[in-house]
């Protein structure tokens, strides 16, 4: 399930967001960290299973279309189909929304968005 980013989770967060290539360097992480704190526009949530915060997925919101910008499974989970699941639970969030991703989540957001299509194609 996806629980919303509060500052309490800074550390867990910053420990997931820290598997994406362009968050290697820790000035990167912490500016990136800061804009979900501050920006009104950025959003956040984390996915827990059991008592572990396993997956993140990170979005900006641009008019009807929220931008993907961060996705993020813990290691020891993928493969579990948990990527697929964030972004269909943040399509879920608001129905209304294109989810989209930027240049960095692209290649697997479409092919989940590629996914859903094809489901919605045979239903
Ligand atoms: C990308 C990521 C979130 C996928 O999470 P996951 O829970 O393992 O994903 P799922 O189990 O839902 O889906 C697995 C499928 O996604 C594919 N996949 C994994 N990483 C991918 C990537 N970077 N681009 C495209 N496809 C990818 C797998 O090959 C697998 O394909 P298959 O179903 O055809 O076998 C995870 O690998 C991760 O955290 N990577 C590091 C962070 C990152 O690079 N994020 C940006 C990705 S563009």
């Known amino acids: 399930m996806l629980n919303r980013y509060r500052k309490s989770y800074e550390k867990i967060a910053m420990g997931l967001l820290s598997f ?19 920006d009104a526009n950025w959003e956040l949530y984390l996915y827990k299973k ?14 009807q279309q929220w931008i993907v ?3 993020s499974v ?7 189909g ?21 240049e960095v989540t692209e290649p697997f957001i479409e092919k989940c968005l590629n996914a859903k299509e094809e489901a919605d194609m045979h239903v």
Request: glycine fraction near 4%.
């Open 20 to 38: 994406m290539p362009q968050e290697k360097d820790l000035k990167v992480l912490q500016e990136t960290i800061r804009k979900y704190d501050s």
């Open 50 to 63: 059991d008592d572990d915060y396993i997956g993140l997925i990170g979005f900006e919101k641009q008019e």
């Open 69 to 71: 910008r961060h996705i």
């Open 74 to 80: 813990d290691p020891s989970h993928r493969r579990e």
């Open 82 to 102: 948990l990527g697929k699941l964030m972004v269909q639970q943040l399509a879920e969030l608001d129905v209304t929304i294109q989810i989209k991703p930027c």
